[in-house]
Structures are given as C-alpha cells and as structure tokens.
C-alpha cells in the first residue's frame, strides 16, 4: 500500500478521533460498545483485527530488525494508529 494513501487514511482518522474525542471524551467513546450487543460486536471485531495486526507487526518488525515493543504499546494505547504509523515507517524490504 502507499504511503500516500496511509497519510491520507491515518490524517482522515486523526481528525475523526479528535472531534469524537472532543465531544465525546475517552470514556464516551468507549460507552456505547457496553450497552448494547451490537456495540459489544464492533468492540470484539476490533479487539480480534488489533490482535492479528500486533501479531503481524511482532513478526514483521523482528523480521526486519525494528523494535516491536513501541508498536505493540502504540497499539494498545492509541488503537489503529499503532499500525497505521507502522505502516508509514516500514521500508520494504527491496530498498534495504
């Protein structure tokens, strides 16, 4: 994937989070995927695909000689912006 395309993706995200976040605050956020199964579904939905991207980035970033230990705690912090910034500072293994 390009990195254009993950800039795009993550600066389209950042701005999403940041007004959620600023209407909403963390925890009303978070509030809706408890009281209700559906949001309890979204919620695991996106505890599964974060798990099987810190796999991946576990794998890749050993792989490649990266540090995955930042990621991996980006990850559980910040959510999908672990792996989106991941993505934009992975060189491929061609250019190496």
Do not use: C, E, K
Not at 5 to 19: E, K, N, R, T
């Amino acid at each position: 994937m390009s990195r254009s395309v993950i800039g795009v993706v993550l600066v389209l995200f950042g701005a999403l989070s940041a007004i959620a976040l600023q209407q909403h605050g963390f925890w009303g956020i978070l509030q809706p995927h408890f009281q209700s199964t559906g949001g309890a579904q979204v919620f695991a939905d996106l505890v599964i695909a974060l798990s099987l991207a810190m796999v991946w980035i576990w794998r890749d970033a050993r792989a490649t000689g990266r540090n995955p230990w930042p990621w991996l705690a980006a990850t559980l912090a910040l959510g999908s912006f672990g792996p989106l910034v991941y993505l934009l500072t992975h060189r491929d293994r061609a250019a190496r």
